[in-house]
Every structure is written in structure tokens, then in C-alpha cells.
């Protein structure tokens, strides 16, 4: 079946600095993959998403490159700011449907001033 | 309106109790779903209507669970005799997409959820 694997956290940034948060996924097909952010007290919201392979989804300064080749999609920003704590959940859905997320277990990011 | 809701936010509920979750979906969207979200953990789905056709039950986690969609707008899922382990929060999302070719976004807008706590 599917599956997404996600760095754990939590994870503690001061400000300005480069965040990664490693995920990979296994699945049969092209499946299309997602950022999703669920910020203090708010609903899900899609940050990025990428529906073939080596492309690059991008949103508020946070990228993510869908890689077949490792089956990874990491999430990265250049500078993080405090607004950015928040927990970011890697998610996938099955080719060609609009069917069920699979989603990796989220990572807490908490920015330092 | 704007987006998707859902009522109640928060329910308290003794063991045995039934509880029923609302979900109103963004209009015209196709495609709803529903998720389980343990504390600390990721969403897991439990089930997919395309319009009023209930897709895909593989999810629910017991034949205590049960969700509709008669009209296919809003949803309610229903949770019968509830246990202790049934406490987590209950999500809807939405969708534009039903099956089709490869080109449909399957984008899917999320409700603020239901913290469902059985005590």
C-alpha cells in the first residue's frame, strides 16, 4: 500500500535560518504529492504540491522537488520566520484520482526570535 | 460559503454515547472525504463520497461508523456507542475532482475539524 515517511521533530529554528524537513514515499504509479501546514488553532492548508516527477512545487518562500528517483519530496526555505511555526504534514494521493490522502505522522517546526 | 465547516468543534461524549459529526462541504464540490486525526499523528482517512455515492468505506475502523451524504452536499459521519479510543479529531475535505482523466486537480480543502473527546 502507500506510505509517507516523515522526518520527526520536533524541530527548533532561530530566525533567518535554512529549514529542511526530509519526506519519502512508497507507491505504485505516478502518485501526486503534497505539503500540507496546520498552523496554531486552524484547519489544513495546502502549502505545495507536485503532480509529476522533477517537478517543483513552490508557496511563500517554502520549495519541494518531487524526486522518482529517491522517492522524496523535502520540504525546504531559504530563511524561516516565527510565522512559520507551525506542523507541516507530507501527504500523497494515488495517480490519476482524486482519492484518499495518505499522510506522514507531521513535523513540528517552532521559529526563535 | 468560503469554505468548508464543520459543526460541532468540540464534543464531549460518555462511553456508549452516539455523536454525529456535520460537514458542509464547499459549493459544488464533487468529492468529500473524511479523516482521523490521532494526537500527534498525521490524518488517516476513513472515508470518500463522490457526490451522494459513498466510494470508498475502507477506513472506518468499525462497523460502528457510518457516514452519509444523501443529497450530495453536506455529510454527516456517525459514530455509534463510542469508545475511549474513539477520541481524535474528525476532518472533511472537500474537493472539485471526481475520478477522471489524470488532468483533474485533486487539490482537497480541509474543515477546522471536530475534537471528538470520550470520556
Known amino acids: 500500500g502507500n506510505s509517507v515517511t516523515q522526518m520527526e521533530g520536533p524541530v527548533t529554528l532561530s530566525e533567518e535560518a535554512f529549514l529542511t524537513i526530509n519526506c519519502t514515499y512508497t507507491?505504485?504509479?505516478?502518485?501526486?504529492l503534497f505539503w500540507y501546514v496546520q498552523y496554531p488553532g486552524e484547519g489544513l492548508q495546502l502549502l505545495l504540491k507536485?503532480?509529476?516527477?522533477?517537478d517543483k512545487g513552490s508557496n511563500k518562500g517554502f520549495e519541494a522537488t518531487y524526486r522518482k528517483e529517491t522517492t522524496s519530496f523535502h520540504l525546504e526555505k531559504g530563511s524561516v520566520q516565527v510565522s512559520d511555526s507551525a506542523v507541516y504534514f507530507c501527504?500523497?494521493?494515488?495517480?490519476?484520482?482524486?482519492?484518499?490522502?495518505?499522510f506522514g505522522s507531521g513535523t513540528q517546526l517552532t521559529v526563535l526570535p | 460559503g468560503a469554505g468548508v465547516s464543520q459543526s460541532p468543534r468540540y464534543k464531549v461524549a460518555k462511553r456508549g454515547q452516539d455523536v454525529a459529526l456535520r460537514c458542509d462541504p464547499i459549493s459544488g464540490h464533487v468529492s468529500l472525504f473524511w479523516y482521523q486525526q490521532a494526537l500527534g499523528q498525521g490524518p488517516e482517512f476513513l472515508t470518500y463520497?463522490?457526490?451522494?455515492?459513498?466510494?470508498?468505506k475502507s477506513g472506518l475502523p468499525s462497523d460502528r461508523f457510518f457516514a452519509e451524504r444523501p443529497e450530495g452536499s453536506v455529510s454527516t459521519l456517525k459514530i455509534q456507542r463510542t469508545q475511549q479510543e474513539d477520541s481524535a479529531v474528525y476532518l472533511c475535505?472537500?474537493?472539485?475532482?471526481?475520478?477522471?482523466?489524470?488532468?483533474?486537480?485533486?487539490?482537497?480543502?480541509f474543515g477546522p475539524g471536530t475534537r471528538l473527546t470520550v470520556l
Open positions: 507507491a505504485t504509479g505516478y502518485p501526486s
Open positions: 501527504a500523497l494521493s494515488a495517480s490519476g484520482s482524486a482519492r484518499q490522502l495518505t
Open positions: 475535505a472537500s474537493s472539485l475532482a471526481g475520478t477522471g482523466p489524470r488532468g483533474y486537480t485533486n487539490e482537497q480543502f
Open positions: 463520497f463522490q457526490n451522494e455515492a459513498q466510494l470508498d
Open positions: 507536485a503532480t509529476k516527477a522533477d
